[in-house]
């Protein structure tokens, strides 16, 4: 089953409405420059409606592997993604205390031995490339390199996911999972629950083909 990672969630209504929808992941970003960055605080509040069959993911940028597992620790976060230029030390130090989802901005040159140099991390995110921004611009991931990378590895592919092209990308691809923040929002941070359920349903139909 092609997991769905639902990113970007700073409400209880978007958390549950992504929930009902039959997602598998939450993503909650901590990076302060995100326009869908959320407090510990906020965090803390959603974080105890979440079923146990759906995973906490902190969403982090060049913050040290201490504060993460802090963090991941009192929000009781199942696993961190790491989507700044963090170095394999980083990940490897991670790792010891929580599963590392590690994200790499993507383009048509990009180097799938990179990979290699990451064999803690327990997931590989393909996000999209563009330039002074960390995730959630938007724009499409190659994925060519998307599906040359799952031979062996778990891949999250990101990056204009939409509900019009996850179709697409799951039967080209065939990635461990998908990720969707702004393919499924109003505006940043506040999700369309009827795009939300449409995109997973989409998913789904993808998988039964």
Known sequence: MVRVKICGITNSADALAAIEAGANLLGFNFYPKSPRCLTEAEAKKIRPQLPKSVEAVGIFVNAPAADVAAL??????????????????????????????????????????????????????????????????GHSTDWDAARRATKGRRIILAGGLKVENVAAAVRIVRPYGVDVASGVELKPGKKDHGRLREFIQEVRRAERK
Do not use: M, W
Request: charged share 25%; proline share 6%.
């Open 72 to 137: 991941c620790r009192l929000v009781k976060l199942d696993a961190a993604q790491l989507h700044g230029d963090e170095t394999p030390k980083t990940v490897a130090e991670l790792a010891r205390s929580v599963p590392v989802i590690k994200a790499f901005r993507v383009e048509p040159d990009f180097e799938l031995a990179t990979l290699n140099e990451f064999p803690d991390a327990f997931a590989y995110l393909f996000d999209a490339a563009h330039t002074g921004q960390y995730g959630g611009t």
